[in-house]
Each structure stands twice: as C-alpha cells, then as structure tokens.
C-alpha cells in the first residue's frame, strides 16, 4: 500500500530518514540488503510497507495501536469491544448492548499521539509518523498531554 505521486516525496524522505541506511545502488532503501532482479527501491513489499508505516499518517496510526496492542500506553485503558450480534438472544439485547459500546467509545477510544508534536503534519508524508514517535492514548490521557504541553508553550 502506498500514497498516490508519492516517489518523488519518497525519495526526498528516504535522503533524511533517520530510519533509513545510507543509500547504496543495488540496495535495498530500507534494510540495506541486496535487491533482488527487478527490484528498484524495497527487497520485498515488507520493507515498502514498513518504510510507508513509518511516514504515511494513516497507516502509523493503525500501526502504533497494533503495536501498543490497542492499550493507552499510560493508563492501560482498552479501546471498547464491539459487541458481535452472534452473542446476543435477542435484538434488543443486541441493540442495547451497542448502545452502550457507542457511548464507550466516545470517552474510551483510543487515539495516538505524536511524542514529538507533528503540528499539523498529519497529512503529510512525513518522519514525525516514525513508530517510535507515536504513542497510542486514551481521550482522558491524550487531553492530560496535551493541556500540559500547551502550559509548557505559554511558559516558554
Ligand atoms: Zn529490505
Ligand atoms: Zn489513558
Ligand atoms: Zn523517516
């Protein structure tokens, strides 16, 4: 999976990716081994889907919270499961059970935040989406973040 027109900007980042190793003809862009004939940048779609994972918002996202095993990294508050119909008698049953999921997950869904502040770069390709710069978070741990952070802005 990757983001459309994204070479040019690839190749912009892999020169200043931390991530990546030094570039090398015949190399792979991000583990640095041999390409394999008829590779041009990745050894496998691994790599390419990692380097994408690591750059690319919307896959970060879902990767950090996979990584975190979809837990606030603080608090160790799970995202809320959704209810499967199989395990419900009956449609009310059901139904009142998703009622109360839908409430859950306005308070309990998981967000992931950027350690280092991507200020605005969301949608952009960027090396503030690097894994380790993302930490999975509940909306209550997520909000004690960033009102502190916004304290130590004014302070500054
Ligand atoms: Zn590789
Ligand atoms: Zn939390
Ligand atoms: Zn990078």
């Given at each position: 999976m990757k983001p459309p027109h994204a070479e040019r900007k690839r190749d912009l980042l892999l020169a200043v990716c931390?991530?990546?190793?030094?570039a090398a003809d015949?190399?792979?862009?991000?583990?640095?081994?041999p390409l394999p004939p008829r590779r041009r940048i990745w050894c496998s779609d691994r790599c390419g889907d990692a380097f994408w994972a690591n750059h690319w918002w919307s896959v970060a996202r879902s990767a950090a919270k996979r990584r975190d095993r979809y837990?606030?990294?603080?608090?160790?508050t799970r995202a809320p499961k959704r209810p499967s119909r199989a395990a419900f008698r009956t449609e009310p049953a059901y139904k009142t059970a998703m009622r109360a999921y839908r409430a859950a997950r306005r308070t309990e869904r998981l967000e992931v935040n950027h350690i280092d502040p991507a200020l605005g770069r969301h949608g952009q390709l960027s090396c503030v989406h690097h894994l380790d710069n993302l930490e999975t978070l509940c909306p209550a741990c997520h909000k004690v973040h960033t009102s502190a952070l916004r304290t130590e802005r004014a302070s500054a």
């Open positions: 931390s991530l990546a190793p030094p015949g190399a792979c862009a991000w583990c640095a081994e837990r606030c990294r603080r608090c160790g």
